[in-house]
């Protein structure tokens, strides 16, 4: 018999902790290998985690509601030493530094010590459950030295500052005044009376998770308009006929995903993500498309290898997923491995949007509602007023890596595609 160390597992690219919401399994239940052992959240989608060993459950190491990191171990099964290859490559692979149990606090000295502020003051979740538990404040966890990536702070960096016994706890840090730098006016705002609605644990995490884009991203955006005409006249006299033929209901988002899938691969730079100063191009184009739950919190299930996919199919994954999402059945693989996401803000009557990025990624397209309108064209008889469907179409992309040219050639060639649609396409 041998202790397996179950781990949490990857639940998406972007994706670095989850919160634990159920425990299907106790200490001393038995379970098989595949069998449900737990279900987590992340700021996108709830998944149940399947085990993949089997054995009898030996310890558990985080209760409900706790937030974990990819990768910590949050149970100990006790198996016959046969564990799953899959299981061996992960264990192998993986080299998060475990504590399970919080340190008892030394007796700490209470005397002046010099601390420098670190310059990056982002907390994970899990460091700031730590410091709650030992009663640590912000300003103290910002005084600790950080080892991490960018100055990230490492459970481990707080651990060992708790061994040493806490020697920035009574001090302030030195701070050099920056007469140029911005700080946050400390408002005593009046917030009103009313009832109070607690959000729920998806809507605090999409809230982080909108927050932290706007911090990381200096978000520009970008405005065209495009006439849809021959795109609305093709579907409208065609939906009927494809339906029959491929049993699929035929929307403007399939259509929408094929022409933004070819604008994509026209510019290869705006299908991107950032690290540090690296840009990451990707070589898959899959298409993320902004769905609501039935909560109302916002969820971007994704179409895979869109460039490479038939109308037929396109309309096909579009439907199952935009109804998984409807019914709350989107697993974590709905959602993995976007690199380009769409915002129909249409569906909902608004004329355009300015879409938040969803990070990791570096743009992100709002599609506004299809309405009609008298335009001026050009025919052989000169300018003509004609009513004609028209959409305002708004890019949000991440100036780091996007610049005003990218950006707006992407969305024009978009529009470009969306106008020149094939009127004579056959289904």
């Known amino acids: 018999m041998s202790n397996f160390e179950f781990k949490m597992p990857k ?43 089997s054995g009898v459950i030996e310890e558990i190491l985080f209760k409900a509601n706790e937030v974990i990191a990819i990768g910590e171990v949050i149970a100990i099964i006790k198996t016959d030493g046969k564990a799953s290859i899959a299981s061996k490559k992960e264990k192998k692979n993986d080299i998060v530094e475990v504590q399970s149990q919080p340190k008892k606090l030394k007796p700490s000295p209470k005397k002046m010590v010099a601390a420098k502020q670190n310059n990056n003051t982002f907390f994970s979740p899990l460091i700031i459950s730590i410091a709650k538990e030992q009663h640590i404040s912000y300003e103290e966890l910002a005084r600790i030295p950080a080892t991490g990536n960018d100055g990230r702070l490492r459970k481990s960096d707080v651990f060992n500052y708790i061994d040493e016994g806490r020697p920035y706890q ?47 991203s200096p978000h520009v955006t970008a405005y065209v308009e495009a006439d849809l005409t021959n795109m609305v006249k093709w579907r409208n006299a065609n939906k009927d006929a494809f339906q029959k033929k491929n049993n699929c209901k035929l929307t403007f988002t399939p259509l929408f995903v094929e022409a933004v899938a070819k604008a994509v691969k ?7 993500s950032v690290d540090g100063t690296n840009i990451i191009v990707k070589e898959d184009i899959n298409i993320g498309m902004a769905a609501a739950l039935p909560s109302g919190n916002l969820i971007v299930p994704v179409v895979k290898n869109a460039n490479q996919k038939d109308l037929k199919t396109l309309a096909s994954e579009v439907n199952l997923l935009s109804t998984k999402a409807r019914e709350n059945k989107l697993k974590a693989d ?31 397209l709002a599609l506004g509602i299809i309405k009609k309108r008298a335009e001026v064209i050009e025919t052989e008889k000169g300018d003509e007023i004609a009513v004609r469907s028209m959409m305002y179409l708004s890019l949000s992309f991440d100036h780091r890596v996007v610049d005003g040219h990218l950006g707006g050639s992407f969305l024009r060639r978009v529009a470009d595609y969306f106008e020149q649609f094939d009127v004579d396409r056959t289904i």
């Open 266 to 272: 026209d510019f290869p730079n705006i299908n991107a």
């Open 11 to 53: 639940l998406g690219e972007s994706i670095t902790e989850a919160a634990i919401i159920t425990w299907f399994k106790n200490v001393g239940d038995t379970i098989e290998e595949d069998e449900m052992l737990l279900e987590v959240a992340t700021d996108k989608v709830d998944s149940e985690v399947p085990s993949t060993v």
């Open 170 to 216: 009574f001090v302030q840090p030195e701070v050099t005044n920056d007469p140029t730098a911005y700080r946050i006016p400390q408002l005593k705002l009046d917030k009103g009376k009313g009832k109070i609605v607690e959000m729920d644990r998806m809507r605090q995490m999409i809230a982080d998770h909108m927050v932290y884009s706007k911090h990381t």
């Open 334 to 364: 709905d959602i993995k491995g976007g690199t380009f996401t769409i915002s129909n803000v249409g569906t909902f009557g608004s004329l355009m949007g300015t879409p938040i990025i969803n990070q990791p990624e570096v743009a992100i």
